[in-house]
T-cell receptor, first 116, second 109 residues
Framework: DVKVTQSSRYLVKRTGEKVFLECVQDMDHENMFWYRQDPGLGLRLIYFSYDVKMKEKGDIPEGYSVSREKKERFSLILESASTNQTSMYLC???????????????FGDGTRLSIL | SQQGEEDPQALSIQEGENATMNCSYKTSINNLQWYRQNSGRGLVHLILIRSNEREKHSGRLRVTLDTSKKSSSLLITASRAADTASYFCATAGVGRLTFGEGTQLTVNP
């Protein structure tokens, strides 16, 4: 079974801190994704990556950056945390089958991040 | 705005009944996928239906797709308390999925 592991289930940080959220997958998937999930807004895509050192902006990239130095690891970085970034963050991975064929995504259990 | 919109937002039924959730979307798609999310957990992929398919089954799940109406439905038959969860449709465009806001299903024992 595919396993996507997020480093923390719960995290509390202070405004202005630089925050790192880590995600590791064990199925050699090319694609990795970061979403945030908020009540009434559903899942919104922050960034995604098709390959090592590649990244693409999603719908809400402002205030975030990502790093993919190794195929299995995709990090989300909050450059200077703000209270409006309090949310549930979900990481996912999937196989690559071309731009026209979206494979099922496998999700981690999420990190509930609170910014005080 | 979100590509997929689920309807209803919430659904409460008795164990053994069938549950139907609907999803509408706006633009052309490569495929449409349904996911389940238990409280406090990540999403789990349930079923994928391609744009050239009209119906697909997996166990107690039945998914239909009508590309002319840009809509899909998920039917869960003979529901169980363990089916209580949020259900999301996701439309597949170029290289990514776009999720709706989900339907919260409660199955009462």
């Amino acid at each position: 079974d595919v396993k996507v592991t997020q480093s923390s289930r719960y995290l509390v940080k202070r405004t202005g801190e630089k925050v790192f959220l880590e995600c590791v997958q064990d199925m050699d998937h090319e694609n990795m994704f970061w979403y945030r999930q908020d009540p009434g807004l559903g899942l919104r895509l922050i960034y995604f990556s098709y390959d090592v050192k590649m990244k693409e902006k999603g719908d809400i990239p402002e205030g975030y950056s990502v790093s993919r130095e190794k195929k299995e690891r995709f990090s989300l970085i909050l450059e200077s945390a703000s209270t409006n970034q309090t949310s549930m963050y979900l990481c996912a991975s999937s196989d690559w089958a071309g731009f026209e064929s979206n494979q099922p995504q496998h999700f981690g259990d999420g990190t509930r991040l609170s910014i005080l | 705005s979100q590509q997929g919109e689920e309807d209803p937002q919430a659904l409460s039924i008795q164990e053994g009944e069938n549950a139907t959730m609907n999803c509408s979307y706006k633009t052309s798609i490569n495929n449409l996928q349904w996911y389940r999310q238990n409280s406090g957990r990540g999403l789990v992929h349930l079923i994928l239906i391609r744009s050239n398919e009209r119906e697909k089954h997996s166990g107690r799940l039945r998914v239909t797709l009508d590309t002319s109406k840009k809509s899909s439905s998920l039917l869960i038959t003979a529901s169980r308390a363990a089916d209580t969860a949020s259900y999301f449709c996701a439309t597949a465009g170029v290289g990514r999925l776009t999720f709706g806001e989900g339907t919260q299903l409660t199955v009462n024992p």
